[in-house]
């Protein structure tokens, strides 16, 4: 996942638009980039679009990011959108375990009711001091349903003040969320950067997330997938290990979860897999 771009639901017109882009994984947002006035529309929209087979069958990633769990739209939200064809949950405002299992709690009843039989994952956003502090906790919380952490640079630096031209700062914050994934054994994801117009910045904190063994990085407007998909380009050994995960998947078609290089391999690993290789004209 070098590249993973966020999609209003308020804009289905670019639905499709997006699907046939170059990012590997799209993220449509019930949350941040819609008014509470729009969150109905929003989210029929986007539930419509999930289920369609041009997204179930392509190599993207699906995510859908959810409303907060103590929000007033959560569990409408689950209810429109966890089905089949959703690869992940992004869960906002998440700041403890505790809450993390709640929501896990909430996800599941909601599977079983709409007929789920592959578990979704849970992309878990980390943006305020407290998630950062508990970020490894967050993580193992509800393992292994929860896939990986996505840094929220944004509220968690405006909110205290913090500097983010201070490429410091920046660091200091990537690399606590790192460490955390890695305690708990899952991806970390580089967040959001806001100034359109500032190919270099995005470029700066793409490169160090990459350095600091992200997984990729969001990307707010199509014009930064380019630069997203460049700075976290495949080394040849990651190639070679998609192509076992690929062959592995091809061999066993009928098995949801298999091992390849002694790790547990499910369906985003296998999308993952097959978009680094589709990425390089490797399919």
Known sequence: ?????????????????????????LSFDLEDAVAPERKGDARAAVAQFVGCEALVTSAKLTIVRVNAPDSPWFADDLA????????????????????????????????????????????INIET??????????????????AGLQLGLGDLFESEG????????????MFALRMAAAQAGVFALDGAYPDLQDDEGYRA????????????????????????????????????????IVDAAAQAPERGVFVVDGRM?????????????AAKGRA
């Open 129 to 146: 001091p407290r998630a950062l502090a508990a970020a490894a906790q967050i993580a193992a919380a509800a393992h292994p349903r929860v």
């Open 265 to 277: 391999i499910d369906l985003p690993f296998l999308k993952r897999a097959q978009a680094l290789l």
């Open 80 to 123: 429109a959108v966890v089905k089949p064809g959703v690869d992940l949950l992004n869960l906002p405002k998440i700041e403890t375990a505790d809450a993390l299992r709640d929501a896990v709690a909430r996800v599941e009843a909601v599977e079983a009711d709409n007929g789920v039989e592959w578990p979704i994952g849970l992309l």
């Open 1 to 25: 996942m070098r590249s993973k771009l966020f999609v209003p639901g308020t804009r289905p017109e670019l639905f499709a638009k997006a699907l046939a882009g170059e990012a590997d994984a």
């Open 205 to 244: 904190e793409a490169e160090m997330a990459r350095r600091l063994g992200f997984l990729g990085k969001t990307c707010v407007h199509p014009r930064q997938i380019a630069l997203a998909n460049a700075a976290f380009a495949a080394t040849e050994a990651e190639l070679a290990a998609a192509q076992r």
């Open 162 to 173: 913090v500097d983010r031209r201070d490429r410091a700062n920046v660091h200091a914050a």
